[in-house]
């Protein structure tokens, strides 16, 4: 019988960030120069390194590949006007991950690590974070996985805990558009005590299939409803979802920005910072409560949000023989919350909470 021998992957070059067009490029993976990794054995993590060659070896009975114990996060680092590379609300993603790493039976990196790991990669590659006036940004993508062999169901003793980085366009080529949603009614994105506020890549696989058929259908985006009476709105495929109202209170306008509450909801960052935004820069009420599917044509405009796109404007729910519509372009209120994050990411407006990670100049 044959045997075959240990086979290298070849190294991919990295991309030269002297001659990458970066006003053009979309939001997907080009090979930078370096990713940040470290590794855990029964909870001790190492001194990490920068590796250049983006394939990583992986034993065949990984607990990652057998039983699904992958969490990541996803976060940007932008280039301001004055040339400072800042990285947006870092610590929150640093939470959130051990958050999910804990639930899966993980060992986690802890926030200092998780912060270290940023300031190394972010700095062995600034270079490939996009100019200012290009719109574009460096997108962080953490990783920790159960790298060691387990074939019994059981949480393994070794894991990985990485970032890699890669530069992204602005996701919207031309501004804001609208996009048509499915209300998904054949499949639950979480079950109410399950791990749907938990960022593993299992609830992303389960996603996959719904997703394909939607897009098929004609649908970008899809939106799920609580698992238990289907008659709630928990969240969009990949993003939080956001209802716009406006009501008069006392004789005065008042704008409101609703979002679902419950515990099967994957906790955004970017949410929270609109939430934020809408409290302490615009003056708008923030309403945490149940959203009924029924009864979304109450809001004046939908979206849904995340890092990657901050706001996707919604101009239609379709719900079975139901049709909701809104407006086809942006609204005025989406448009001020997405102009407003975007202008604190980029130094444009007061950052008053330093949610801002800057990263700190050479010695």
């Known amino acids: 019988m044959e045997h075959l021998e240990h086979v290298e992957f070849p190294q991919p070059r990295a991309a030269d960030p002297k001659t990458l067009d970066f006003k053009s490029l979309s939001f997907k993976y080009t090979q930078t120069r370096s990713f940040v990794m470290y590794t855990s054995k029964n909870g001790v993590w190492d001194q990490g390194k920068l590796v250049s060659n983006p394939y990583i070896p992986m034993h065949i009975a990984a607990c990652a590949l ?3 114990q992958a969490v ?4 940007k680092a932008f280039r301001a006007e004055d040339n400072s590379i800042r990285v947006f609300r870092p610590q929150e993603n640093a939470r959130r991950m051990i958050d999910s790493c804990k639930r899966l039976c993980m060992d986690f990196p802890s926030e200092e690590l998780f912060m ?3 300031e190394r990669v972010v700095r062995d590659n600034e270079d490939y974070v996009p100019p ?3 719109g574009g940004s460096l997108y962080l993508r953490p990783i920790c996985f159960g790298h060691g062999a387990q074939i019994g169901v059981a ?3 070794e894991y990985t805990f990485l970032i890699l980085v890669t530069p992204v366009g602005a996701y919207y080529k031309g501004g804001l558009q ?3 949603a499915q209300v998904i009614t054949d499949f639950d994105r979480a079950a109410p005590r399950g791990t749907g506020a938990v960022k593993c890549a299992g609830n992303y696989a389960a996603s996959l299939l719904p997703h394909v058929m939607s897009g098929k259908a004609g649908f970008p985006i899809e939106l799920y409803l609580d698992a238990k009476t289907n008659s709630k709105v928990e969240e969009f495929s990949t993003s939080n979802f956001f209802g716009i109202k406006v009501v008069e209170k006392d004789g005065k306008k008042v704008i409101q920005y609703h979002t679902p509450c419950s515990p099967s909801i ?4 970017t949410n929270k910072t609109l939430r934020e935004i809408c409290e302490h820069y615009l003056n708008w009420e923030v309403c945490l409560e149940d959203v009924f599917i029924n009864e979304i044509d109450q809001f004046s405009e939908i979206g849904a949000t995340g890092t990657a796109v901050v706001v996707t404007p919604v101009k239609e729910v379709h719900y079975g023989q139901k049709l909701f519509k809104f407006a086809e372009t942006v609204g005025e209120h989406t448009q001020k919350l ?4 975007q202008g604190i990411q980029y130094g444009r407006i007061a950052d008053k909470f330093n949610w801002n990670w800057i990263l700190p100049q050479k010695k």
């Open 132 to 134: 200012y006036v290009s």
């Open 72 to 75: 990541f996060e996803g976060l």
């Open 66 to 68: 057998h039983y699904g």
């Open 266 to 269: 994957l906790p955004s960052i």
């Open 116 to 118: 270290t790991a940023v």
């Open 338 to 341: 997405y102009d407003t994050v």
């Open 178 to 180: 609208g996009v048509r």
């Open 155 to 157: 949480p393994t003793t």
